[in-house]
């Protein structure tokens, strides 16, 4: 499966952006799909995961109800709704996604077999 990650942006603090990760390829709507980031000098680390049906989701506890991940499985395309953004959120951003049996539950990069490229979001103060 192929992932391309778009939506990345220069945005004020305080301000929204959306995300997107469309899918292509061998596409599964089973997929657990999740959200990294990385930052300048430092880890990836996870965003946001979701099940297959888009019901089931999970978040780093960072996000503290600034995020929400969905996704279109009719549009094979995955999303995230970043609102109140903060100088600190700057990083590029990548969508990834799991084959089974990884669940939603699992926050480690090393869980996900496909990776898109990132796309870069700057939050200026």
């Known amino acids: 499966v192929q992932l391309q990650a778009s939506g990345g942006g220069l945005v004020q603090t305080g301000g929204s952006l959306r995300l997107f990760c469309a899918a292509s390829g061998r596409t599964r709507s089973s997929y657990v799909m999740g959200w990294f980031r990385q930052a300048p000098r430092k880890e990836r680390e996870f965003v946001a995961a979701?099940?297959?049906?888009?019901?089931?989701?999970n978040y780093a506890d960072w996000v503290k109800g600034r995020f929400t991940i969905s996704r279109d499985n009719a549009k094979n395309t995955v999303y995230l709704q970043m609102n109140s953004l903060k100088p600190e959120d700057t990083a590029v951003y990548y969508c990834a996604a799991a084959d089974p049996p990884t669940t939603f539950y699992n926050r480690s990069p090393g869980g996900y077999s496909h990776w898109g490229q990132g796309t870069l979001v700057t939050v200026s103060s």
């Open positions: 979701l099940n297959g049906s888009g019901v089931r989701k």
